[in-house]
């Protein structure tokens, strides 16, 4: 096969091309994404009515120490419900209660990870009849060990209305499956609610779990897609996403029940903590009764953008951000487009949206990559979730798609089902190939993102997910290491590149070219680089004549020149907790790097170079 590079020509892709989604799924945020360690906070997760359901929580003590119940006392107006411990037992008397005292234990989400030396703040709010002597503590699974522990003492005049606690624990041994712990050995009523452990260290103290957010930051993300997906609009739109009850003070957001992937989020990573990083299912709302709705996502937008004496910028400020967010792009819905009321609903938000914001681009849910939209829309949204045979023959997607128009916005692809298993070698270079198109019709393809990105592996709503994690481990699969060798793409210059080959169907390449400022502190050197890029889904080998045209004489460093290469010995190869390196890219020099080189590409690989 031949690869012919006219680097003299070429056309910018577009800065945003390559970014990613998040979604509510898979636990990505509640026990994910978001830091924070227990799990129903606020206790809320079993309903407003009383008696609720305070699962996971559970209880340290019988029926003779101590009774746990909800109530509706709480002092946050929007979630009322509290946890009520009333403790029979005393330190004395008859009643004793057991060794290190009776309360209740939050696991978290499948175990809470402590690690040994790091500092986890705990607040929580109580009240109480009496005076309080409470132990705050993180132990192993079963209690039997305690990881770290501190004392709250208070009179009965200083907690006889709700009162805010807090109090640091640094933990002296790492434990990948502890729980927090609120015992008491004192007689007398407790009422306990907004429950928070978080580890200190957070990602820039936004509270994002550090190794998780370094994952999303080694992709350099161009833009970020939320918060769905499905769980924006909810099964039922009783239960979906509302961005005002995830904004303000954490202790105050009610929490929902995320009826699409089917689990309780205490809301604590609202639409505030999305920024600092865009109809339901079944029931439709009438065109005539949407303006509440349009009104809703004006507000929304003000929240972002609007200044810190607007309505809602004055409550961004009032969370600390002044500031506006760059939000430069509304979805309206998701997946919606063959609905009933979708175009008169759409409508109505496009509308809206440009006559108070007309910079903003609107998407539409509807399919514009083969005929035009019957409606206006600046983008169009395109989700793809198919085999990896199909995926790789969708490098030609876009190839035929009208040239003016609203632009593509690829915001969920993937390989599922048998080729994927829970992320496949396969998947990923068929993934590949895919982005390698959706990069050359990037005059047509705005933005792209690889769903869902998270898995949580306790609980898989969804398969395959880009990142794998539970409470202390994480790895990435090859469809994200696919997703690294196009970090470099976003606003890069897309050469000219003729593949000239007799297996067409098995190979597919592209070539860049980019300009890197480093060091800008001292001087600015300005680099020229340039990748190709690659994928064989072939079972032999291919030898690849590179031919590079069009290089000025000094625009090209060939010594040090590297070939990076994603492959494994079966295409079918996943990585795992025990084996997170199995399928991840390989550096080599290469060594006959020249304006016209021979580079053996390997049977199923994605290379660059
Ligand atoms: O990415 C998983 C789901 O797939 C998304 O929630 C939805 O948009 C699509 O159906």
């Known amino acids: ?76 107006e929007r979630n009322k419900v509290a946890l009520r411990m009333e403790v029979l037992c005393d330190s004395q008397g008859t009643n004793i209660c057991p060794v290190g ?44 060990q305690t990881l770290a522990t501190s004392n709250i003492i208070a009179s009965a005049s200083d907690v006889s209305n709700w009162t805010r606690v807090e109090t640091l624990l640094e933990a002296k041994e790492t434990n990948p499956n502890a729980r927090l712990q609120l015992t008491t050995s004192r007689k007398g009523v407790i009422w306990f609610d907004q429950v928070s452990a978080m580890p200190l260290d957070t990602y820039k103290g936004h509270g994002f779990r550090n190794v998780l957010f370094q994952m999303l930051a080694d992709l350099k993300p161009r833009f970020l897609r939320f918060p769905g997906g499905c769980f924006v609009e909810g099964e039922w739109l009783r239960n979906a996403f509302r961005w005002k009850a995830s904004v303000g003070p954490w202790e105050n957001r009610a929490g929902h029940f995320g009826d699409v992937w089917m689990y309780w989020t205490d809301d604590g990573l609202g639409y ?9 299912h079944t029931d439709e709302v009438d065109t005539s009764a949407v303006l509440p709705f349009v009104q809703e996502a004006l507000d929304g937008i003000e929240f972002a953008r609007g200044d810190a004496n607007s309505t809602w910028g004055s409550v961004r400020a009032a969370m600390g951000h002044p500031d506006p967010f760059d939000l430069r792009y509304v979805a309206v819905g998701n997946e919606d487009c063959p609905k009933k009321n979708y175009r008169g609903n759409y409508l109505k938000f496009y509308d809206a949206i440009k006559r108070a914001y007309p910079d903003i681009g609107i998407i539409s849910n509807c399919d514009g990559s083969s005929s035009p939209l019957d409606h206006k829309a600046d983008f169009y949204d395109f989700h793809i979730y198919t085999s990896a045979n199909d995926m790789f023959s969708k490098t030609h997607k876009f190839d035929h798609t009208s040239r003016t128009g609203p632009k593509a916005f690829v915001s969920e692809y993937a390989v599922t089902g048998n080729d994927a298993g829970t992320g496949s070698l396969l998947a990923a270079l068929a993934e590949g190939g895919f982005l390698i198109g959706l990069e050359k019709n990037s005059d047509v393809v705005a933005m792209a993102s690889y769903a869902p990105l998270f898995v949580n592996a306790n609980d898989r709503r969804w398969k395959p997910d880009a990142i794998v994690f539970n409470s202390a481990q994480l790895y990435g699969t090859p469809s994200y290491w696919v997703q690294q060798f196009f970090r470099e793409s976003s606003g890069a210059t897309l050469l000219n590149a003729t593949l000239l080959t007799n297996s067409s169907s098995s190979i597919v390449a592209s070539a860049i070219s980019w ?16 990748i190709l890029q690659v ?7 291919v030898n690849l004549k590179v031919s590079v045209d069009g290089l000025g004489p000094n625009s090209i460093k060939l010594s040090g020149s590297t070939k990076t290469q994603l492959t494994s010995t079966n295409l079918k190869d996943e990585n795992s907790f025990m084996e997170p390196n199995k399928v991840v890219p390989s550096l080599t020099l290469l060594e006959n790097a020249a304006k016209d080189m021979d580079v053996v590409i390997s049977p199923y690989s994605f290379t660059s170079f």
């Not at 799924?25 to 809320?44: K, P, Q, T």
């Not at 209740?104 to 705990?122: A, C, D, H, L, S």
């Not at 300009?515 to 340039?530: F, P, Q």
Request: proline share 3%; with cysteine.
């Open 101 to 144: 005292g009776v309360g209740v234990y939050n696991p978290g989400y499948w175990g809470m990870g402590i690690k040994q030396g790091k500092t986890y703040k705990v607040v929580f709010y109580i009240r109480s009849l009496g005076s309080v002597n409470i132990l705050v503590s993180l132990t192993s699974s079963n209690g039997l």
């Open 535 to 541: 994928v064989n889904l072939g079972s032999s080998s």
């Open 515 to 530: 300009e890197d400022s480093e060091n800008a502190k001292s001087y600015l050197r300005i680099k020229a680089n340039m």
């Open 1 to 76: 096969a031949r690869l012919l590079v006219d680097a003299s020509q070429g056309r910018l892709i577009p800065e945003t091309l390559f970014g990613i989604f998040f979604e509510e799924i898979n636990h990505a945020g509640a026990g994910g994404l978001w830091a924070e360690l227990v799990s129903n906070r606020g206790f809320e997760a079993g309903g407003q009515n009383i008696p609720s359901n305070i699962d996971p929580w559970a209880i340290i003590g019988n029926d003779s120490s101590l009774i746990v119940s909800t109530d509706r006392s709480s002092c946050f």
């Open 272 to 280: 505030f903590e999305f920024l600092q990083v865009g109809i339901s």
